[in-house]
């Protein structure tokens, strides 16, 4: 009986190798910059205490979190984002780690998100976070990470926009506004996307009162950094960072309940994807995790949306299909052991080689390599093992030369 | 109100910087040495539809599944091994996929196994599959790589201990046991641990007669492979493995159920930690899951294991503690600029360098960079500003010297 073939769920990926070498590119440049800023890696368990997680990201987030009851009758749920976990880390291990404590963590997360906008549920989030420090520069070396990378990916035209949570509440102060704040600062934070009018509308449905979205926008115009973020943007010209990179934006909220002073979120002009980073300042979070004063600061790079786009503006550098640099072809039984003892040579002296299994025509064998993109093709033959020889056909060209076995590791590197 | 500190759950483990340095040496090692053998990078989701999962690992094991129900009311499960995923994957992409298509996937595995067994619940995979071929140089190939990951990791004594599922059937048949064929075999199975007599008081106390476990133990002792396994064991030697380091083993069983010839796990003498290896041939995966008739043989490497080995038997090269070269240090508001700038010049030449965000004492400064294992400190006061120079500490000799802000990057590559 001839079952149906299995599917994928809906907001999940499997990624061919094709795929993978754009991800890897991507995920090695993030791990190379993050490293040279002197950020260390740091992972955490993909399951925790459901207790652990909820309350942290706001109550629609909490919804998303992929959760159940396991074996043992403890509430868990799946990572959320990388923050939390970490916040927790160094809750726990507090006495063992020095400050300032700067990690990198890659690892994805899972959201059950309504995969009707074109969602995915597990993505790779790339954060970099200084925990232990009130200093702006902590600040202002974040944003530098951010520029570095973006630079380095090749985006010609991004813009890093900062803003800061006391900007805000000085905002809805100056409006009086005392409550529905989250719902106001919701509405606002879609600024960037439906403009004032959108943000207008959406607040007279939410019942706000006309004279407070006009005082609203008054102030919102008028609005500075406050000192600390000043502070932070004062040092990101010896940081390196161009300032047709950055940009005060008041309008701008961060969805995470956690924040507690500078946000910042990165847009590209096209495509329209939505922001590629996002992070900021959360000064209480491990206090509320039961942990030690900890003041924290850092963003996330969204690996996925990075990809996404990057692919979309053909910012990819030429990165070869496959690493494996020759197939050695197989002539079947007479020649099988000098063919394999020539890849095994060329592995030892780390030449990326594939042996080809199954004595099929040499026609098939060649077109299996053209398929992967593997441009050199070794054979031996009869006449090559009688002359210790090898013949090399270049995939590119088409072209065939025959030479020494003792000279392949040489003809390749 | 203070919270009590959060746990991480049972069975999970938070990685911290040190023990990553360890995690990531021995996962670029297998990186490595996967792309030498010309093996291509490929990732599948971590939750699947359980209906993908279920039936595949034996009855006990599907107990051992992380399963739940979604919000959308499907019954979906985490990722219990790498090569379920796979075979899925070339089951639904077949017209895409090249074979033979190798492949290796590095990704986290989860088992709700028993902690008080001292078990870990996450643990990381490493797989490398060989699909589309029924040739013994596959799985001769697969073996290799098996030998050659465990050769650059140092090892001095380790086995790969070679079987085949053929084989067994024939000693089954041989002394006409035609019931309890799984059960017979999980005893079996244990040999290495427990022994002939160990293995006799388990059959026993499942109700194996006394003339079947004799028949059984007198077969076991005069096995030999099978025509298959004989030619991939004929193939070892031209790509590389010494007889020392492989044994054909008729009491190896390996638990999942879809092996149908060849299987192979390694053990190491020392320490007693089970094997760091598995795997074997799986020819009906990929059509028992609705794919087409695509022949299969791999292993995967436990991460987990191997790091657990590796430190207890000191077999670790001299890691540093950290990447990081240099600190840079904050000698306070009148030379931090200049400070931030050498920084930035340091990472624009790729030498991995932290600035110390806070104005501490110089002392505590040098105490942080001794506690990462940073071996350099570079200090930047109004003196060192007047003459464009900076002095640079050397963590390990406690030597201080100063030059000019121009040479620091040729001093430290």
């Known amino acids: 009986m001839k079952q149906s073939v299995p599917q994928t769920l809906k907001g999940f990926r499997d990624f061919l190798p094709e795929v993978m070498t754009v991800r890897n590119y991507v995920k090695n440049l993030l791990i190379e910059t993050f490293e040279t800023f002197g950020f260390e890696p740091l992972e955490t368990p993909t399951l925790e205490y459901s207790s652990t997680l909820m309350g942290k990201y706001g109550d629609e987030a909490d919804k998303l979190v992929y959760s159940f009851t396991d074996n043992g009758d403890r509430q868990i749920g799946m990572r959320y984002d990388l923050t939390v976990p970490t916040a927790k880390v160094l809750a726990m291990y507090n006495q063992q780690i020095p400050l300032p404590f700067k990690r990198y963590q890659i690892q994805p997360v899972w959201r059950a998100e309504n995969t009707q906008k074109g969602r995915y549920r597990e993505v790779l989030q790339c954060d970099i976070d200084i925990f232990g420090t009130s200093s702006p520069t902590a600040d202002a070396e974040i944003l530098a990470v951010i520029n570095t990378v973006l630079q380095k990916l090749n985006f010609k035209s991004f813009t890093i926009l900062i803003n800061s949570r006391t900007v805000l ?74 300032e047709n990179n950055y940009k005060f934006d008041p309008t701008v909220v961060r969805g995470l309940d956690y924040y507690t002073g500078p946000i910042f979120e990165t847009i590209v002009t096209e495509p329209k994807i939505g922001s590629i980073t ?71 002296n780390n030449v990326a080689s594939s042996f080809y299994p199954d004595a099929d025509k040499l026609g098939k064998q060649f077109k299996y390599a053209d398929s992967l993109g593997i441009p050199f093709v070794a054979i031996i033959g009869p006449d090559e093992v009688k002359n210790n020889q090898v013949t090399i056909k270049n995939m590119t060209t088409g072209e065939q030369k025959t030479i020494n076995q003792s000279e392949v590791v040489k003809f390749l590197l």
């Open 169 to 242: 509440n000085n905002i809805l102060e100056a409006c009086d506004i005392t409550e529905n704040k989250n719902s106001i600062l919701q509405s606002l934070d879609k600024f960037g996307k439906i403009g004032e009018d959108g943000v207008t509308k959406e607040l007279i449905i939410k019942n706000i009162s006309k004279a407070t979205i006009t005082a609203l926008f008054k102030y919102i115009k008028i609005a500075q950094p406050d000192e600390y973020l000043q502070s932070v943007i004062d040092q990101l010209k010896v940081l390196g960072v161009s």
């Open 278 to 348: 996002g992070g900021g300042r959360y000064d209480n979070l491990i206090k509320t995790l039961g942990g030690p004063d900890t003041p924290a600061v850092g963003t996330t790079f969204g690996l996925d949306r990075i990809v996404d786009c990057i692919t979309e503006l053909n910012l990819l550098p030429n990165l070869p299909k496959t690493k494996t640099k020759i197939l050695v072809a197989n002539f079947g039984e007479e020649t099988i052991s000098e063919s394999l003892k020539l890849v095994t040579e060329l592995r030892n």
